[in-house]
């Protein structure tokens, strides 16, 4: 995810995140995180309500994801997170027609935990940097350049901890920010 947010930015990353990839690193697959993040009916523990605002339209897919709240891990690969045991999940659904639109997402346990969350509206299942939203847990103004991993860093308590996201989409040629409706 961190080379991919990058490249759409066309930000430089450091050549260690260039490198090749690790002994038995396996690609990730737009599956990988689902099953830990599903939430289920009358479960109890630890998990996190995401409230979505400020869609652009109802069209696609929203994609949530759990991050680990520090900076060196806070949009790292998916595969290289899980396969050194560290918290990484993904909801994806399509967006309702209508009504409140919101996200089930499991976490390992309480603790600091960092959110991104993706309006994919034309389900490509890839980031449209002119057409696709994004938003971070805590909300931060965004540039051309990701948020810091403190500034999005949110508490998850052992039971259902709520979090509203506000989608932010482009507006000219540096910045991103909410529909103005």
Not at 17 to 44: F, H, M, V, W
Not at 141 to 160: D, H, I, M, N, W
Request: charged fraction near 25%; aromatic fraction near 6%.
């Amino acid at each position: 995810m961190k080379r991919a947010f990058a490249v759409l930015l066309g930000l430089a990353l450091p050549a260690p995140l260039l490198a090749a990839s690790p002994p038995g690193y396996i690609p990730s697959t737009p599956d990988l995180g689902k099953a830990e993040a599903q939430c289920r009916p009358n479960e109890a523990g630890p998990a996190v309500l995401v409230l979505a605002t400020g869609l652009k339209d109802r069209k696609g897919k929203l994609k949530a994801e759990l991050y680990p709240a520090n900076e060196e891990d806070f949009l790292a690969d998916d595969n290289v997170l899980i396969m050194a045991g560290k918290p990484f999940r993904r909801v994806e659904m399509a967006v309702p027609p209508s009504g409140p639109v919101q996200l089930c997402i499991r976490v390992p346990g309480p603790g600091n935990y960092a959110l991104i969350l993706l309006h994919d509206r034309d389900s490509n299942r890839k980031f449209g940097l002119s057409t696709d939203g994004i938003a971070f847990s805590n909300n931060p103004k965004l540039g051309l350049s990701k948020p810091k991993a403190e500034a999005v860093t949110f508490k998850a308590g052992s039971g259902l901890t709520t979090e509203t996201l506000r989608l932010n989409y482009r507006r000219g040629l540096f910045s991103f920010g909410p529909v103005d409706k």
